[in-house]
């Protein structure tokens, strides 16, 4: 909508510093809108605070309104804090909790500035390595929450303005316009299953261009039909916390709980 006031996910890296530099360009054209960034800082030492760092810069250039939400404010933990107790009690990968922590914290933040939309940088490379993710994994329903946008109660909009363009094009696009973004990477990438799947996608892209879109559209034809699962499951209030759910219990709410780190 040309009023809407939506907020951009910017983790300092080069995609959503890219992205919001584009939604910033095409925002000028729509003075009734308002354009917010929200960084969450996850709480990951000799990393993220460089990237709050970036983000903030960028934000400061351009004039928009900068939010930063961390783990440690809505959680009582860092990432680190959270990594380290799984590791004790054989838990899951860094990445795993990072990212179910960090998309209910999005969703928090976003309401709480009241916005409309939430605009996230997920690019083609992201989207494919996801679907790879969820199928190997057997999570079938999460493949329905993949679509370009989307919404339900309490659960700001979302929308993945970049989910059809490669990640070498947004770099591109980053050093094309000397946009200022983070390029040492996170210490947990190593470790992490997606990590493989990324590496594993680019190999094949190399040797067969395409495979990436062709992973993306495979997915476009069979999403209707996982659709159709999710609507069965449908979205409650977890009840925990109160944010937007498949099952009884969220999922940020359900690793916390399964490490001792929260209390019903
Ligand atoms: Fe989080 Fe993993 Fe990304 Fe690091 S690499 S910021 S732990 S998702
Ligand atoms: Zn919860």
């Not at 390595?129 to 309490?154: C, H, M, S, Y």
């Not at 261009?209 to 999403?223: H, L, N, Q, W």
């Amino acid at each position: 909508m040309p009023t809407d006031r939506i907020a951009v996910a910017v983790s300092g890296g080069k995609d959503s510093v890219s992205l919001l530099h584009i939604l910033h360009k095409i925002e000028i054209g729509f003075p009734k809108s308002e354009l917010l960034a929200i960084t969450i800082d996850e709480g990951i030492s000799g990393y993220r605070d460089e990237a709050v760092q970036i983000a903030a810069e960028n934000c400061k250039k351009l004039g928009i309104e900068h939010v930063v939400s961390s783990f440690k404010e809505l959680y009582n933990y860092d990432l680190d804090d959270v990594v380290e107790t799984a590791e004790d009690k054989g838990g899951l990968s860094a990445c795993t909790y990072c990212g179910v922590l960090r998309r209910k914290a999005l969703n928090v933040a976003a309401r709480r500035i009241g916005a409309e939309k939430l605009a996230t940088a997920h690019t083609l490379d992201d989207e494919t390595q996801t679907i790879l993710l969820n199928l190997l994994r057997g999570n079938v329903a999460w493949l329905a929450r993949l679509e370009p946008v989307l919404e339900g109660e309490r659960f700001v909009r979302r929308v993945k303005p970049l989910c059809e363009v490669p990640e070498a094009e947004t770099a591109f696009y980053a050093f094309l316009k000397k946009v200022k973004f983070q390029s040492s990477t996170c210490p947990y990438m190593r470790s992490s299953t997606r990590n493989d799947v990324r590496a594993f996608l680019n190999e094949l892209e190399t040797k067969h261009p395409g495979t990436k879109f062709a992973v993306y559209r495979s997915f476009e034809k069979i999403s209707l039909s996982v659709r159709v699962l999710a609507d069965d499951i449908g979205l409650k209030e977890c009840d925990v916390c109160g944010e937007p759910t498949v099952g009884q219990t969220c999922r940020a709410c359900q690793v916390l709980l399964e490490l001792g780190m929260l209390n019903r």
